[in-house]
């Protein structure tokens, strides 16, 4: 189906965070590496906690703005992505960081892509919040990274 609301994008978004919360636990199952286990114990609760922003951001929406129809498909080539990411089994923290990089980038292409078929532009500044919420997050995990490397 061609046609849906901001809210079905919203809750896709969500849907996305949840399975690339699922594979860092998949990786946290299969990594012996201490240094890379303690990381991703750490992005597992930060994942989680992106999750909750999300959904609050979704119920503090307006209605309006939740049921505006948008003109694209729902983008599933990501959670492809992240299904094929599983047969990595032991991974280090840098595969970690560009699964999650890569994963990043193609959710937010897709979001950009939504917001350049937005005539409102109320719309348009919701849809940039959610880009920046994410792209923050993704920051926020680099950094983790960094530090990581720091000790």
Do not use: C
Not at 61 to 87: Q, R
Not at 125 to 144: D, G, R
């Amino acid at each position: 189906m061609r046609y849906h609301q901001l809210k079905d994008i919203y809750q896709h978004v969500v849907e996305i965070n949840q399975e690339l919360n699922d594979l860092y636990a998949h990786f946290l199952e299969n990594t012996k590496d201490e240094r890379t286990r303690i990381f991703l114990h750490y992005i597992i609760e930060k994942q989680a906690e992106n999750i909750i922003d999300i959904q609050k951001l979704i119920s503090d929406e307006a209605i309006g703005v939740l049921s505006t129809w948008i003109d694209e498909d729902i983008e599933h080539k990501v959670s492809e992505s992240i299904i094929s990411f599983k047969e990595n089994s032991d991974v280090n923290i840098t595969t970690v960081l560009d699964v999650t990089t890569q994963i990043r980038v193609q959710l937010n292409e897709w979001l950009n892509v939504i917001k350049a078929l937005m005539p409102s532009e109320t719309v348009k500044t919701h849809l940039e919040n959610l880009i920046e919420l994410q792209s923050a997050k993704s920051q926020q995990i680099i950094h983790a990274a960094n530090r990581m490397d720091d000790i």
